[in-house]
């Protein structure tokens, strides 16, 4: 059984920095892409960033470009989210998920495990 367990967040003031991880047990983490979503308040689960099987092809929202960065390390069976220049319009619950194959998608119909998510909060 496939398990994803996110790590890291927690409450950073405007401007600060935050680092998110994804931890996989079950399957072969290094044959999937992988992805972070996020939720904020009454909205639905939005992209944020995906990421190839072998951690060579990156994808990122618009609205994070410049400021985070996806990356994975395959002998970790681990995901990262790097969070940078934060702002409170962050703030959310984050979700990574497993892609149904190797390639990423911004979709999240294409992926088939979710974690439970980790809370950020960004203070102005």
């Known amino acids: 059984q496939v398990q994803l367990v996110e790590s890291g967040g927690g409450l950073v003031q405007a401007g600060g920095s935050l680092r998110i991880s994804c931890a996989a047990s079950?399957?072969?983490?290094?044959?999937?892409?992988m992805g972070w979503f996020r939720q904020l308040p009454g909205k639905e689960r939005e992209f944020v960033a995906a990421?190839?099987?072998?951690?060579?092809?990156?994808r990122h929202a618009d609205f994070v470009k410049g400021r985070f960065t996806i990356s994975r390390d395959n002998a970790k069976n681990t995901m990262y989210l790097e969070m940078n220049s934060l702002k409170p319009e962050d703030t959310a619950v984050y979700y990574c998920a497993r892609s149904r194959n190797s390639a990423y998608s911004i979709d999240r119909g294409d992926y088939d495990y979710w974690g439970q998510g980790t809370q950020v909060t960004v203070s102005s």
């Open positions: 990421v190839s099987w072998s951690g060579e092809v990156t």
């Open positions: 079950g399957g072969t983490f290094s044959s999937y892409g």
